[in-house]
């Protein structure tokens, strides 16, 4: 049976904290000299929280990492990376404005100046409990959460790749963060540069793949949870350490592709996910290499 911790409420010096995107009090163990949170150290399943986990908090926020951080339902944390017009690296999945913030158009004409003028607007089941604010760029992320949890980066814009390596290697997180995309030629690029390397497919794609040719430069096959079984269970033996399942929403959903082997799921809903024990024989075999 794999169980984990109850959510916690935010407390309110957190929530002031995140209303301005200043660097919030660190850890007791970063205090303490401890050295990062690495992806060697995650347990033998691992949750990870989908954009924050979007059916919970504001996707690709803040607030919502830091909810997703402090309530201990994941232990890596998904947050989807775009490059500006003028090489800033920040947090956001869609190429366009419209959809999750107040501001249209595409994310790759605005400037660093620009960015900060932009805010979140919650979606509709959400905007009782929480308030607009200014979406963070990649390198807050990572001051913020780097070496605290374990973040998964994906990197929509192919060319963003050397950027977003300089600034996990210069904050000293190279075993901290997982770079995830869904092109192949992307994730061995990954590898070159130093990178841990997670490769996402559809279940279409996952009906034609060879996974074992992606064994010299993938540490995590990022798999879609729709995909046969035994497409699945090809998966699980390609020899690729790590097999997680995306995006996983309901404790059906996670108990099938955890019977079918995979060690980690991928969920927009970790709270609810975190409060439903597994049924059934949990197939799952821990990595077997870093």
Known sequence: MVTH??????????????????PAPAPAADRAGRPPMTVDALPPVVYTAHRGGALEV????????????ERGTAQV????TRMLRDGTLVAMHDATLDRTTDGTGPVRALSAKEWK?????PDS????TWRPERPPTIAEVLDRFGGRVVLMLEAKDADSLKSLARLVHSRGLSRSVFVNSNKPSVAERAHRLGLVSQLWRSAKQMRTDRFERFTPYVDVLDVDYRARDEDL???VGSGIPRVWAHTVNTPYQRDRVLRLGCNGVI??????LSRTPVKGLVRAQPPTEG
């Open 5 to 22: 911790a109850a959510p916690v409420t935010l407390t309110a010096v957190t929530a002031l904290v995140v209303t301005g995107l200043t």
């Open 58 to 69: 504001p996707e690709n926020s803040m607030s919502g990492l830091v909810a997703a951080y």
């Open 77 to 80: 944390l998904d947050v989807d």
């Open 117 to 121: 003028q932009v805010r979140i607007r």
């Open 125 to 128: 089941a959400l905007r009782t």
């Open 233 to 235: 269970r090809r998966a």
């Open 267 to 272: 969920t927009d809903a970790p709270g609810l």
